[in-house]
Nanobody, 124 residues
Framework: QVQLVESGGGLVQAGGSLRLSCVASGRTFSRSAMGWFRQAPGKEREFVATITWAGITTHYADSVKGRFTISRDNAKNTVYLQMNSLKPEDTAVYYC?????????????????WGQGTQVTVSS
C-alpha cells in the first residue's frame, strides 16, 4: 500500500504561482512513476504531468507545458508540481498518483494509488 498526501493548494490571482507537494508513505516510493492529475467541477479527471521513478524523464499535458514543472525527491518521498503563470482555467482539484511501475503514465487507470486532492483556485 502507498499513502499519498497532497498540500500547497490555495487561491491565487491569474499570473501567480503555487507549488504543490505530495508526500508518499508505505511501499518503496522510489520505484514508482508518479503523476499529477486535476479535475474541475463537471469535468473528467485529466492528466497534468508525470515523472519516472528516477526523475530523469517527464511528460506534460499540452495545456500546462512551459508553465508547470514536475519534480521529485526520493530521499524525502516527495513529488512536487511547480505551477507558474496560472490561468483561471487551471482551477481544479489536483491529485497526486503513484504507479506500480517505473514508466510514465498519462491516464488515470494506469495509477494504483491516489491522494485525497488539494484545491487550486485561480481568480481572474
Amino acid at each position: 500500500q502507498v499513502q499519498l498526501v497532497e498540500s500547497g493548494g490555495g487561491l491565487v490571482q491569474a499570473g501567480g504561482s503555487l507549488r504543490l507537494s505530495c508526500v508518499a508513505s508505505g511501499r518503496t516510493f522510489s520505484r514508482s512513476a508518479m503523476g499529477w492529475f486535476r479535475q474541475a467541477p463537471g469535468k473528467e479527471r485529466e492528466f497534468v504531468a508525470t515523472i519516472t521513478w528516477a526523475g530523469i524523464t517527464t511528460h506534460y499535458a499540452d495545456s500546462v507545458k512551459g508553465r508547470f514543472t514536475i519534480s521529485r525527491d526520493n530521499a524525502k518521498n516527495t513529488v512536487y508540481l511547480q505551477m507558474n503563470s496560472l490561468k483561471p482555467e487551471d482551477t481544479a482539484v489536483y491529485y497526486c498518483a503513484a504507479r506500480s511501475d517505473y514508466e510514465l503514465g498519462t491516464v488515470p487507470y494506469e495509477y494504483d494509488y491516489w491522494g485525497q486532492g488539494t484545491q487550486v483556485t485561480v481568480s481572474s
